[in-house]
């Protein structure tokens, strides 16, 4: 990695080293609360696979594909950082949904919030 990879992953990871765990661990029971189908799916797995014991091994985390999936699937619609920032590559024009026209030019640094994504 170079200066500029460095600086522009070193803000998130930064952000995501406050409370991460806690945080992370929320937004994965609240993603699954929202989806009963996917909830129940991943009991399912759970309870065919630990069959009520404690989750403890390498072997036994590498057993459960779906709660790997949905752990994942979290991260991706409820990331640790919400903003990314980002040094533009090329120009790039943005119109916003009332029509105005922004230009970013090349080598300028913008900050995406992940969150205000649909």
């Not at 709660?67 to 640790?80: D, G, M």
């Not at 026209?101 to 913008?110: F, L």
Request: aromatic residues 6%.
């Amino acid at each position: 990695l170079n200066n500029e990879d460095i600086s522009e992953i070193g803000a998130p990871l930064l952000m995501a080293g406050v409370d991460t765990t806690a945080y992370v661990m929320s937004w994965l029971y609240l993603n699954l609360a929202s989806n009963p189908d996917v909830q129940t799916k991943l009991a399912e797995e759970l309870h065919s696979v630990l069959k009520g014991a404690d989750l403890t091994t390498v072997e036994q985390i590498q057993s459960l594909p779906y709660l790997r999936a949905c752990i994942r699937e979290s991260h991706r619609l409820t990331p640790a950082t919400p903003i990314q920032p980002k040094k533009m590559r090329k120009d790039v024009d943005v119109v916003l949904p009332n029509g105005d026209i922004y230009h970013v030019e090349a080598g300028k640094r913008i900050f995406l919030n992940l969150r205000a994504f649909p």
